[in-house]
């Protein structure tokens, strides 16, 4: 795989969202805490490990550049309801 085909690609971020504190749509997630994220399906089972309120750190490349975030999570149901995430290479 190429580089710029993995990660989680941000299609969206809500304004009431808690990703809004630094998400932008445009972003790839490449890592949670650390531990790299190959596609949105992986975010989504990384995230589930995580309870409500715990503060991740989430490495993303943003206009070709890496940018590490640091973000409180919201429940599981606000999180699927509020941000989408495709996989990058979908977009292609």
């Known amino acids: 795989n190429d580089a710029a085909d ?4 941000v299609n969206a971020v809500r304004a ?5 504190a630094g ?3 445009g972003d790839v997630i490449t890592s949670l805490d650390g531990r790299t994220i190959d596609w949105s399906s992986m975010l989504r089972r990384r995230l589930s490990g995580f309870g ?3 503060e991740v750190s989430i490495s993303v490349t943003r206009a070709g550049q890496q940018v590490t975030l640091l973000a409180t999570l919201g ?5 699927r309801r ?4 495709l996989r990058a290479n979908d977009l292609i």
């Open 16 to 20: 009431d969202s808690p990703a809004e």
């Open 23 to 25: 998400l932008m749509a």
């Open 75 to 79: 429940d599981e149901r606000s999180r």
């Open 82 to 85: 509020r941000l989408q995430f």
């Open 6 to 9: 993995e990660g989680a690609y």
């Open 52 to 54: 409500a309120g715990e």
